[in-house]
C-alpha cells in the first residue's frame, strides 16, 4: 500500500473518511500536540515528525525529527517534500501544494505572503531536481523552473484573484464550431455530438440551440466582454478565452497558451493541441466565404497560413479531423 504524508491538522481527515489511512505526520508544535492526543486515543499508528527536539515531553515521546539536512528544514510542506527526496522516494505525488493562497484550516491565509516558499521550492529544485515529483492539479515545475520572480503567485492572491491553473479539460474529443456558414448543413451532427463543444467569438449565442457550450474563444475584446455578461445573466458554465488579459475581467477570462497574433479559429485549434485532445474536430472552418455573423465575404488567405503553421508545428496534428471537405491545402501537410 503506498504511503500518505500529511501535514499539521490534516490528521482529522482519518476521522471523516477523507484520509484512507496515514503513515507520517510533520507540522507545528500546536498541531502536533493535538496529533499526539488523537493518536492515543484512536489507537492510529501514524508515525509524528518534527522539525528539531523541541524538549517537550508529549513530543520527545511520540516523535522522529526529521533526517533531512537542516538547510531544507523550513515550512512543513518543502521540508516533507525535501525529506522524502533525501529518503530516495522514487515517485513523491503532491495533492494540495497550492504554494500560497487560502487554506483548509488557517483563516485568512490567502492573506499572508508567502514568496519564501517559492524561494524554497527553487532550492529544492536546484539541489535535487523534480523529475520525481507530481503536482496534482496545476504543475508547479514550470513556475519554479522559471525565471519569473517569486513573488508572482502572490500579486494575485493576496488581491483574492485566482493563481492556480483549472482543469478546464472535461472529455478526450472536442467538437469546434466555425462560423462559416457549411456548418448549418450538420445540425445532426451537433447535437448527436457527445465530447465538448467550443464556439468562436458570437457563437454563445446560439447556445439554446447547441447540446453545450463549453468553451468560448475570440481575439475580439468586446465580444468576449459580451459572453462573459450572457454567462453571468444566464448562470451558465463555459469557459472564456482571450488572446490577451482584459482589465478587471483578468481573474475570469483565460488567455490563451500561444497566440502568435493568429485568429480566432487557428487560435482555438492549437490550444486543443496544446492541451492534447484526443478527437479535435472541425466543423465550419470554410477559409473564407460566407460567414454566419458577418454581411460580407471573408477572405481566407490569413487562416490558410495559420492553418498551415498548425500543421508544421504539432506532431499531434492527426488528432485533427475535418466534418465535411477536408482542405485540400492541407493534404501534403
Given at each position: 500500500?503506498?504511503?500518505?504524508?500529511?501535514?499539521?491538522?490534516?490528521?482529522?481527515?482519518?476521522?471523516?473518511?477523507?484520509?484512507?489511512?496515514?503513515?507520517?505526520?510533520?507540522?507545528?508544535?500546536?498541531?502536533?500536540?493535538?496529533?499526539?492526543?488523537?493518536?492515543?486515543?484512536?489507537?492510529?499508528?501514524?508515525?509524528?515528525?518534527?522539525?528539531?527536539?523541541?524538549?517537550?515531553?508529549?513530543?520527545?515521546?511520540?516523535?522522529?525529527?526529521?533526517?533531512?539536512?537542516?538547510?531544507?528544514?523550513?515550512?512543513?510542506?518543502?521540508?516533507?517534500?525535501?525529506?522524502?527526496?533525501?529518503?530516495?522516494?522514487?515517485?513523491?505525488?503532491?495533492?494540495?501544494?497550492?504554494?500560497?493562497?487560502?487554506?483548509?484550516?488557517?483563516?485568512?491565509?490567502?492573506?499572508?505572503?508567502?514568496?519564501?516558499?517559492?524561494?524554497?521550492?527553487?532550492?529544492?529544485?536546484?539541489?535535487?531536481?523534480?523529475?520525481?515529483?507530481?503536482?496534482?492539479?496545476?504543475?508547479?515545475?514550470?513556475?519554479?523552473?522559471?525565471?519569473?520572480?517569486?513573488?508572482?503567485?502572490?500579486?494575485?492572491?493576496?488581491?483574492?484573484?485566482?493563481?492556480?491553473?483549472?482543469?478546464?479539460?472535461?472529455?478526450?474529443?472536442?467538437?469546434?464550431?466555425?462560423?462559416?456558414?457549411?456548418?448549418?448543413?450538420?445540425?445532426?451532427?451537433?447535437?448527436?455530438?457527445?465530447?465538448?463543444?467550443?464556439?468562436?467569438?458570437?457563437?454563445?449565442?446560439?447556445?439554446?440551440?447547441?447540446?453545450?457550450?463549453?468553451?468560448?474563444?475570440?481575439?475580439?475584446?468586446?465580444?468576449?466582454?459580451?459572453?462573459?455578461?450572457?454567462?453571468?445573466?444566464?448562470?451558465?458554465?463555459?469557459?472564456?478565452?482571450?488572446?490577451?488579459?482584459?482589465?478587471?475581467?483578468?481573474?475570469?477570462?483565460?488567455?490563451?497558451?500561444?497566440?502568435?497574433?493568429?485568429?480566432?479559429?487557428?487560435?482555438?485549434?492549437?490550444?486543443?493541441?496544446i492541451e492534447k485532445y484526443d478527437d479535435?474536430?472541425?466543423?465550419?472552418?470554410?477559409?473564407?466565404?460566407?460567414?454566419?455573423?458577418?454581411?460580407?465575404?471573408?477572405?481566407?488567405?490569413?487562416?490558410?497560413?495559420?492553418?498551415?503553421?498548425?500543421y508544421k508545428m504539432y506532431p499531434n496534428?492527426?488528432?485533427?479531423?475535418?466534418?465535411?471537405?477536408?482542405?485540400?491545402?492541407?493534404?501534403?501537410?
Amino acid at each position: 500500500e503506498d504511503e500518505i504524508w500529511a501535514c499539521n491538522r490534516a490528521f482529522l481527515e482519518l476521522a471523516t473518511g477523507d484520509l484512507p489511512h496515514l503513515d507520517r505526520l510533520l507540522g507545528d508544535v500546536s498541531a502536533l500536540k493535538l496529533a499526539c492526543e488523537y493518536k492515543q486515543k484512536n489507537n492510529e499508528t501514524f508515525d509524528i515528525y518534527v522539525k528539531k527536539d523541541f524538549h517537550i515531553p508529549m513530543l520527545d515521546s511520540n516523535a522522529t525529527v526529521v533526517t533531512v539536512p537542516s538547510m531544507y528544514v523550513k515550512d512543513s510542506g518543502t521540508t516533507f517534500v525535501a525529506q522524502a527526496l533525501y529518503e530516495k522516494y522514487n515517485e513523491i505525488v503532491l495533492i494540495g501544494f497550492d504554494l500560497g493562497g487560502p487554506d483548509i484550516y488557517i483563516k485568512n491565509h490567502e492573506l499572508k505572503n508567502k514568496k519564501t516558499w517559492i524561494s524554497r521550492w527553487k532550492k529544492i529544485a536546484k539541489d535535487f531536481g523534480l523529475d520525481r515529483i507530481t503536482f496534482m492539479g496545476t504543475d508547479h515545475k514550470k513556475f519554479i523552473l522559471s525565471g519569473i520572480p517569486s513573488s508572482q503567485y502572490v500579486k494575485k492572491y493576496i488581491k483574492g484573484k485566482e493563481h492556480l491553473d483549472k482543469i478546464l479539460k472535461r472529455e478526450d474529443s472536442v467538437l469546434i464550431l466555425g462560423n462559416g456558414t457549411s456548418r448549418l448543413d450538420y445540425k445532426d451532427y451537433i447535437q448527436n455530438w457527445k465530447g465538448e463543444i467550443w464556439v468562436i467569438t458570437r457563437g454563445y449565442e446560439e447556445y439554446n440551440e447547441l447540446p453545450r457550450i463549453d468553451r468560448v474563444g475570440s481575439v475580439h475584446t468586446s465580444a468576449l466582454i459580451k459572453a462573459y455578461l450572457y454567462k453571468i445573466q444566464n448562470n451558465l458554465d463555459y469557459h472564456i478565452f482571450s488572446s490577451k488579459i482584459i482589465g478587471k475581467h483578468e481573474s475570469l477570462i483565460h488567455v490563451f497558451d500561444n497566440t502568435q497574433g493568429w485568429a480566432s479559429g487557428p487560435l482555438m485549434v492549437q490550444q486543443a493541441l496544446i492541451e492534447k485532445y484526443d478527437d479535435i474536430q472541425l466543423l465550419g472552418f470554410d477559409f473564407g466565404g460566407p460567414d454566419i455573423y458577418q454581411d460580407h465575404l471573408l477572405y481566407g488567405g490569413n487562416f490558410i497560413n495559420q492553418f498551415k503553421l498548425i500543421y508544421k508545428m504539432y506532431p499531434n496534428k492527426v488528432n485533427i479531423h475535418f466534418v465535411g471537405k477536408h482542405p485540400g491545402f492541407l493534404k501534403n501537410l
